[in-house]
């Protein structure tokens, strides 16, 4: 199992691809009956892309699935390192499964986050019902979160490979901003006209249902999250959408403290991108800086003036560079950093 998924990981290029097929070699080798895997912002870590098996009478207490999921400390995502977890014999620790979970037959979760020195790349809970997950799968799981911690960055790195838009399409409105208003038990309260459309971009909901905003509800639960002293990362998260496009959701009270929660989404700018295109292209923190100077229409001299640098270094910085993003050059670099 584990070659044919480090094969995968080094492969497949699209996030929702890879994770159905791990998924589907998972289910040969460690049992589970329902599973929630998230892609995440790699610097803030908070929840973006959901791919999800749960029971159908849960979905309508999404919302309520989520908030608990970020207000539960146990195995929270944020605080694994790289080996899998479980809520193993003790699960009321575990507020999700205690206010939730356990309702719907659920006798255990196994955990998994996939990060890296670039950042977090998402996190993986398997739920079982009727019996524990043994040590050994447990390690199972454990021996795979490198090569799919790899995997996932991968993938975020290929969204921004996607081919130029063309004359016609380069004049486009940018995404947002647009606005959902929740209220603190994540329930929607409201939105502005062009919300409906880009939470269809987000998660392309079955055919002839409403859009489940569960990127936003993410955020919104991030939010609450901060405010119990469970995390200290803001209420923000970066997700792609198509065509190279990435946006940002961002929550926060509207009126102070006892306000709604409003959560906007609108397009990245031109830093968040170049941010995320290092991070996900595994760029060192010199690599990070000379890109952050090419993207000023800094020459060669000038980089190495405000890096203190030799121009030969610079160049051997570009030649790395351009190896780990697969360009050739300046302009189609800062073309594809920035998505113009």
């Known amino acids: 199992m584990n070659a044919l998924i480090e094969r995968l990981c080094?492969?497949?290029?699209?996030?929702?691809?890879?994770?159905?097929?791990?998924?589907a070699e998972l289910r040969q080798v460690v049992g589970f009956d329902g599973y929630v895997w998230l892609l995440t912002d790699p610097e803030t870590s908070v929840g973006v892309a959901p791919l999800a098996d749960v029971p159908s009478g849960l979905l309508p207490r999404l919302p309520e699935l989520i908030r608990l999921k970020y207000l539960t400390t146990v195995n929270r995502w944020t605080g694994l390192g790289t080996e899998a977890a479980t809520i193993g014999d003790d699960p009321p620790r575990s507020l999700v499964w205690q206010e939730l979970l356990h309702g719907y037959g659920v006798a255990d979760v196994a955990s998994c986050a996939f990060r890296d020195r670039?950042?977090?790349?998402?996190?993986?809970?398997?739920?079982?019902?009727?019996?524990?997950?043994?040590?050994?799968?447990?390690?199972?799981?454990?021996?795979?979160?490198?090569?799919?911690?790899?995997?996932?960055?991968?993938?975020?790195?290929?969204?921004?490979?996607?081919?130029?838009?063309?004359?016609?399409?380069?004049?486009?409105?940018?995404?947002?901003?647009?606005v959902l208003l929740l209220a603190d038990d994540l329930r929607v309260l409201g939105q502005t006209p062009d919300t409906d459309v880009h939470l269809r971009a987000l998660v392309p909901p079955a055919e002839g249902r409403d859009?489940?905003?569960?990127?936003?509800?993410?955020?919104?639960?991030?939010?609450?999250a901060v405010e119990s002293g469970?995390?200290?990362?803001?209420?923000?998260?970066?997700?792609?959408?198509?065509?190279?496009?990435?946006?940002?959701?961002?929550?926060?009270?509207?009126?102070?403290?006892?306000?709604?929660?409003?959560?906007?989404?609108?397009?990245?700018?031109?830093?968040?991108?170049?941010?995320?295109?290092?991070?996900?292209?595994?760029?060192?923190?010199?690599?990070?800086?000379?890109?952050?100077?090419?993207?000023?229409?800094?020459?060669?001299?000038?980089?190495?003036?405000?890096?203190?640098?030799?121009?030969?270094?610079?160049?051997?910085?570009?030649?790395?560079?351009?190896?780990?993003?697969?360009?050739?050059?300046?302009?189609?670099?800062v073309s594809r950093a920035l998505g113009a």
């Open 10 to 23: 080094r492969t497949v290029g699209d996030s929702r691809e890879l994770r159905h097929a791990v998924l």
């Open 118 to 178: 670039y950042g977090c790349w998402g996190f993986l809970d398997l739920w079982r019902e009727g019996k524990t997950f043994t040590p050994a799968e447990v390690a199972a799981l454990s021996t795979l979160v490198g090569p799919l911690t790899a995997g996932l960055r991968y993938s975020q790195a290929q969204t921004f490979a996607t081919p130029l838009p063309g004359p016609a399409e380069r004049g486009r409105p940018r995404v947002g901003p647009v």
């Open 211 to 224: 859009p489940i905003p569960a990127s936003a509800y993410n955020v919104g639960a991030q939010l609450l």
């Open 230 to 333: 469970v995390d200290k990362n803001p209420a923000l998260a970066r997700v792609h959408l198509s065509g190279g496009v990435w946006v940002s959701l961002r929550a926060a009270r509207v009126g102070g403290v006892t306000g709604n929660i409003a959560v906007t989404i609108e397009e990245c700018s031109a830093g968040e991108r170049a941010a995320l295109f290092g991070r996900a292209h595994g760029l060192s923190a010199r690599e990070a800086e000379l890109l952050s100077h090419l993207l000023t229409g800094a020459d060669t001299r000038q980089v190495a003036s405000r890096m203190f640098v030799s121009a030969n270094t610079v160049q051997d910085h570009l030649k790395s560079i351009f190896a780990k993003t697969g360009t050739r050059s300046r302009p189609s670099l």
